[in-house]
């Protein structure tokens, strides 16, 4: 009996999908078009005609390759969901550097796609040269990518270009998203949407506003507006000038950017819980819980380490200087208000170290934020105290043990499990990062500084990262903030289809 | 006879004693005052770099961000200093490049922590320019035929849908 999988062979449903992803992002390029087109900026202009006609045309032969599958969403299978989800990734890493490439401010394609995951990730390393005198076309470009590779592709691609939603939980799922705001997916896909367009709305005014406060122009201060509200609500890190937040030597625009980010690393769960009135789910939630405690554990400590060494002059320095970098540490932005040297020469081992920790932790479960998460921190501090606690009570009472996220749940050890095996594979990540750092170098902080910042998708730089750095370095730096976004599962699926793909290849001519 | 060897001898002492007014303030790259920010905290420095982006102005002073080939770093400087650049370096400019003598900060008491410099004295070094934008000719070429060839692909796929 001919089943439907035989029908459609994997590689065919894979092929359409992620044909239309790529061609989601080909018409995402139209807006640094239509900017660089309004500024008169032509080069960058042409650019993105270019490197948008290829998206198309790539596009087009990927969804007329698995043509036969179309309107038959219904038949595909987790392992399609995590193989579209990140191979779209590696390929729009590709497409997507190329009006990097143009652009001629990248010293190779390899930095290009390295700024390219960097922003996908919502990372926010940069390896872009000479940023400050870049167009606003391709700053377009830059920020659109880190905000939009905040909520998703292929979230944007579900919101969209699908009609059917059959299969579409499943590749929703394999960028690592897995809450249901409502029961059709392509319904969560735009509620996440809608939340991200009204904060950019209120975002981009209030920076908007804040930048012609401190000095800026008015179209000036839009872009600044917009591009840091992109930078902030993704926890991205990216910033128009070189010097990132230190450009504006402003207290007010940081504390704006500090409230949006503080936001986007927040559980689109929550802010629709919010939304909807229950404003309770902000105090109840593990999530919240773990990330105030270990956010106030982690400012209380650095502000007494920094201190202790007399680093800054008083308590408003030690709020925009040391408090700003936990929290954007934490939330994984890495945005910064002090050169990357700083913090390996002034701020001391103990500062350093808070700092690593508040990266790899990271924010909230599908949110913008990278790390951990919070949740994971939470389910797994909460299994820790119900083991000792089972320790403790007598064996024949039965304990039940609870933890609430958007709704109550049981914690069970499997849970507990999943979640320390996501913990284990970050922490793999990051000793072998550091590991390498080391062989080239690196004093071993630094070196571990930067491996929990590609780790955590943060951002926040020691000095490593630059377009001189070895590139043995930057390819892992950028397999790892692949890996780390899309939180290990759905690279592993398209490992194992390569691999089990390449075994059937060398299988067929000794069967024959 | 005496009257010239006085001369001589004032030139000398003037030359080993104050080295400041005998010859020009050493220019200090960016990045040195990063990387030696203790060892110069405090102290007058004279820098020299590109400005950037654009004066933002607070009152009767103003930010301007300069760069030289090593670091970038925001000068606080008077209003009436800052309207002496004419030309900020972005996309289209080529900023004027401006000299700046003044007090270095490794964490600016005034600035909520930052490293900055409170230029005393400002002066333009070399005008900058509007950037000529040239656009290559194979750009063109190439992004015409992709134009065509996208249509193309997509008339075909949308006439099989049809």
């Known amino acids: ?512 | 006879m005496s009257k010239t060897f006085a001369g001589i001898i004032l030139i000398l002492a003037i030359a080993i004693f104050c080295p400041a007014i005998g010859y020009a303030q050493e220019i200090i790259p960016l990045n040195e005052l990063v990387e030696n920010g203790k060892a110069f905290d405090g102290k007058n420095v004279a820098v020299r770099g590109e400005a950037l982006g654009e004066a933002m102005e607070r009152g009767e002073y103003a930010w301007v961000n300069i760069s030289d080939p090593t670091n970038i770093m925001g000068v606080w400087m008077k209003k009436e200093d800052a309207e002496k650049i004419a030309f900020f370096g972005d996309y289209k400019h080529k900023g004027d490049i401006i000299k700046v003598s003044g007090a270095f900060h490794r964490a600016c008491a005034e600035h909520g922590g930052d490293m900055d410099i409170h230029g005393i004295a400002v002066e333009i070094a070399e005008q900058g320019h509007p950037v000529k934008e040239e656009v290559e000719t194979r750009k063109i070429v190439v992004g015409v035929v992709l134009t065509l060839i996208t249509l193309c692909v997509a008339g075909f796929y949308y006439k099989i849908k049809q």
């Open chain 1, 1 to 512: 009996m001919r089943t439907k999988k035989d029908k459609f062979p994997d590689i065919l449903i894979i092929s359409y999908y992620t044909g239309h992803v790529i061609l989601g992002i080909a018409f995402l390029m139209l807006i640094p078009a239509v900017t660089s087109l309004c500024l008169s900026e032509w080069n960058p202009l042409l650019d993105f005609i270019i490197s948008m006609n290829i998206a198309f045309i790539l596009g087009f032969i990927l969804m007329f390759i698995g043509w036969k599958t179309r309107d038959n969403m219904i038949y595909m299978q987790w392992k399609h969901g995590f193989v579209i989800a990140s191979l779209s990734w590696v390929l729009l890493m590709f497409l997507c550097a190329v009006p990097y490439m143009l652009s001629g401010h990248l010293k190779s394609f390899l930095d290009a796609c390295f700024d390219v995951m960097s922003g996908f990730t919502t990372t926010g390393l940069v390896l872009t040269q000479d940023l400050d005198h870049i167009s606003i076309g391709l700053n377009m470009w830059r920020h659109l990518l880190t905000f939009v590779g905040g909520q998703g592709m292929v979230v944007l691609a579900l919101s969209f270009l699908f009609r059917e939603t059959g299969g579409a939980y499943k590749i929703y799922v394999g960028e690592a998203k897995d809450i249901e705001l409502v029961p059709n997916v392509k319904g969560t896909a735009r509620i996440i949407w809608k939340i991200s367009i009204a904060y950019l709305i209120i975002g981009t005014t209030a920076l908007w506003v804040n930048g012609m406060m401190i000095g800026l122009k008015p179209l000036s201060a839009f872009f600044h507006g917009l591009f840091m509200f992109e930078s902030s609500w993704s926890t991205g890190g990216f910033a128009p000038m070189t010097q990132n937040m230190l450009f504006y030597h402003s207290f007010s625009y940081e504390v704006v950017t500090i409230i949006f980010f503080i936001l986007g690393s927040l559980n689109f769960g929550l802010h629709y819980a919010i939304w909807q009135g229950n404003k309770k789910e902000l105090v109840k939630n593990i999530e919240t819980r773990s990330f105030f405690i270990t956010t106030f554990l982690a400012c209380v400590l650095a502000v007494i380490g920094l201190a202790k060494l007399n680093v800054y002059p008083d308590a408003v320095a030690a709020f925009r200087k040391v408090v700003y970098h936990v929290l954007s540490a934490h939330t994984t932005t890495g945005l910064g208000t002090v050169y990357a040297r700083q913090f390996a020469l002034e701020w001391g081992d103990f500062g350093v170290v808070i700092l690593i920790i508040a990266m790899l932790i990271g924010g909230s479960a599908c949110s913008t934020a990278g790390g951990f998460k919070g949740l994971r921190v939470g389910i797994v501090f909460k299994g820790l105290l119900a083991d000792i606690r089972k320790l403790l009570s007598s064996e024949r009472r039965v304990l039940v043990f609870k933890f609430h996220h958007i709704k109550d749940h049981i914690l069970d050890d499997v849970l507990v499990r999943a979640s320390s095996i996501i913990i284990i594979c970050y922490m793999a990540l990051f000793a072998i990062g550091t590991a390498l750092g080391t062989y080239y170098g690196y004093p071993v902080l630094s070196a571990a500084f930067e491996a929990a910042s590609v780790t955590g998708n943060v951002g926040l730089s020691i000095g490593i990262t630059s377009a001189t750095m070895p590139a043995a370095l930057k390819i892992y730096y950028i397999i790892v903030m692949y890996l780390a976004r899309l939180e290990f599962l759905s690279v592993f699926a398209l490992i194992g289809y390569i691999i089990g793909g390449m075994k059937k290849l060398c299988q067929r001519p000794l069967q024959e």
